[in-house]
């Protein structure tokens, strides 16, 4: 790295420690150092040299737990940034921001009836008041929305038409059918629509493969199960689709779900390997999107309906799990 990177690199480090997250730094040093029983002066430094070199935050260093590792192990660690850069900020993502967008890319695969709304788009308010006519109770999603933020459900009663629509919401959004579903999944949290995330990358050979696999549990009152609204994930064995790590959130372990009781491991993920050839199909349909992050949820219908495809989906909790890098089956995928 030149010295100008590196010193753009401890000119952001600066802002980040002191504005950003003030106290990050000396907080998970610290932390990290009682854990371990090491000096947190160490341990301070080499977060600080792994934020310059890779971007990673003392979060993530402490997450990975990265100290007393070679310099070869924890260049394979991927930060945040570091993915970002990689699969969203390239070449290697082909997918567009908007969700409306990526729905019309795979429409064909969705199991329910879903519609764009634009607030432009010529005759959006027919099309609005047919579909709340078909779907009394229907779920609104933030078009450009992350992490489950903005979503509710709503009815025709509360959203009667349009114009009251784009006042609540004020941004493009998708109408959704609500999911309904199957009792397996449902046994953990009933409340939430429970996802399988199964990411699955491709090459411009035609080559497919499952890079890794969880399931998502929302928590308390929750419509969603996204992390960012409370709720637990586990780590599926992607050979075979049983859950293999107890329920996790950042660094916390649940053997089993705080509210349902249900374990989380050993849990076997519904007709696995026909959800593997559902991910291929779907990926096959944008093969030069080289990484998918896929939501499918499990439906009272017996099988899986796509909730949406991610084109940078977090890797963070694979690395914490299995305490080995990513990054060696990132470069692999990008040199296929």
């Not at 980040?16 to 090491?38: D, Q």
């Not at 419509?223 to 064995?237: I, K, R, T």
Request: hydrophobic share 35%.
């Amino acid at each position: 790295m030149g010295s100008s990177n590196t010193k753009k690199l401890e000119r952001w480090f600066k802002s980040y420690t002191s504005k950003r997250i003030p106290g990050e730094l000396e907080k998970w040093s610290k932390e990290y150092a009682l854990e371990i029983n090491k000096s947190q002066a160490a341990i301070k430094a080499d977060m600080r040299k792994r934020y310059i070199k890779q971007e990673m935050t003392p979060y993530e260093y402490y997450m990975f737990k990265l100290f007393g590792r070679s310099e070869k192990e924890k260049d394979e660690f991927a930060s945040k940034w570091e993915q970002h850069m990689m699969f969203s900020k390239s070449k290697l993502n082909t997918f567009p921001r908007s969700k409306i967008k990526r729905y019309e890319i795979f429409k064909s695969v969705f199991k329910r009836k879903v519609l764009g709304i634009t607030f432009k788009g010529v005759g959006e308010e027919q099309a609005y008041l047919d579909y709340i006519k078909e779907n009394p109770v229907f779920v609104v999603k933030p078009s450009e929305g992350t992490e489950g933020r903005g979503v509710f459900k709503a009815t025709a009663k509360e959203i009667p038409d349009l114009n009251t629509l784009k006042k609540m919401v004020k941004e493009e959004c998708l109408l959704e059918q609500p999911i309904i579903q199957g009792e397996e999944l449902a046994a953990f949290h009933p409340a939430s629509i429970n996802t399988i995330r199964v990411v699955s990358s491709m090459d411009g050979e035609g080559g497919f493969q499952i890079i890794h696999a969880v399931i998502r549990t929302g928590r308390g009152e929750s419509f969603v199960d996204n992390l960012g609204a409370g709720g637990l994930l586990a780590v599926v064995d992607r050979d075979n689709g049983i859950v293999i790590s107890d329920g996790l959130r950042g660094l916390e372990h649940y053997k089993t779900h705080p509210d349902s009781g249900l374990s989380y491991k050993g849990f076997v993920v519904p007709k696995w390997q026909e959800l593997v050839a559902y991910v291929e199909k779907c990926h096959r349909i944008r093969p030069q999107q080289t990484l998918i992050g896929w939501d499918f949820a499990w439906t009272k219908d017996g099988f899986y309906d796509l909730v949406e495809a991610n084109p940078n989906p977090s890797m963070h909790n694979n690395q914490v799990f299995f305490g080995k890098g990513v990054k060696p089956r990132f470069y692999m995928i990008k040199k296929w």
